[in-house]
């Protein structure tokens, strides 16, 4: 059977059989958007794949991928997070964009950490197909301070993860393929063509700046600009 992910946050991973991998992107994608039908209203985000270097090579693409956040999943400035029982405790800085009002492009940003947690163990060689029925991995969102308007020139930036004060990974911009108000344009774009309906106000996390770093229960987590603190949470699993 054609593997969906159908749960809100997987608490168990498990290696899935070629057999139950889409045949395609188009099939994955067909997958999500009838979930997301199902109930439009609760998915107020997106999290991007293949707009980083990183991600582009692991699963052999060439342009991004994506899949649907579960309002749930979006988090502002917590003090404890993700607060999900979720199967992987993990993160990476990224920039995220808020979809402006025409849906055209956006209206502001902030620094985030999105937490990805995929029910897949045997990822990426199961595919991009696989890991976008698996919703990209959709984990957590946590959104640091929202920033009005269109993002400064950050290229001389550099972002930061750091866990019980050490540094796990720095990098900027560059790590992306393009600017991230060029990459949420593709995105609207693809996810349209789709028949996906990306809104004003979602969330879109354009991709990973920084590594995808491990976390465990009850570390402190801290997300550095340059040398300004724009996220401090204690990380922490939660039942749901």
């Known amino acids: 059977m054609t593997y969906i992910r159908n749960r809100i946050t997987p608490t168990e991973r498990f290696s899935i059989d070629h057999a139950d991998i889409p045949t395609d992107i ?22 991007l794949g293949g707009s980083n270097h990183g991600t582009q090579a692991a699963f052999n693409v060439s342009k ?37 009002a025409d849906g055209e492009g956006y209206d502001a940003w902030c620094v985030s950490l999105e937490m990805p947690a995929s029910a897949l163990k045997n990822l990426p060689a199961a595919g991009v197909e696989a890991l976008v029925a698996d919703r990209c991995g959709a984990g957590a969102l946590v ?8 993002l400064p020139d950050m290229y001389g930036k550099l972002f930061s993860l750091w866990r019980e004060g050490e540094c796990l990974s720095e990098a900027g911009l560059d790590s992306l393929i393009a600017s991230p108000g060029a990459i949420l344009s593709e995105f ?22 920084t590594s995808c770093c491990p976390f465990s229960d ?21 039942s749901q």
């Open 143 to 150: 959104l640091g301070p929202t920033q009005d308007g269109p």
């Open 64 to 100: 991004p991928y994506f899949g649907p956040l579960h309002e749930t999943e979006i988090m502002s400035s917590p003090k404890i997070a993700p607060g999900l029982s979720l199967c992987q405790l993990q993160g990476e800085v990224e920039i995220s964009l808020r979809i402006s």
């Open 188 to 209: 609207l774009g693809l996810a349209r063509g789709l028949g996906f309906s990306p809104a004003p106000g979602d969330w879109v996390a354009t991709g990973g700046i």
């Open 26 to 47: 188009s099939t994955a994608y067909d997958g999500l958007l009838e979930i997301v039908r199902n109930d439009c209203k609760v998915w107020k985000g997106w999290k």
């Open 218 to 238: 009850g570390d402190k987590i801290s997300v550095l600009m340059s040398d300004q603190l724009v996220l401090a949470f204690v990380a922490q699993r939660g």
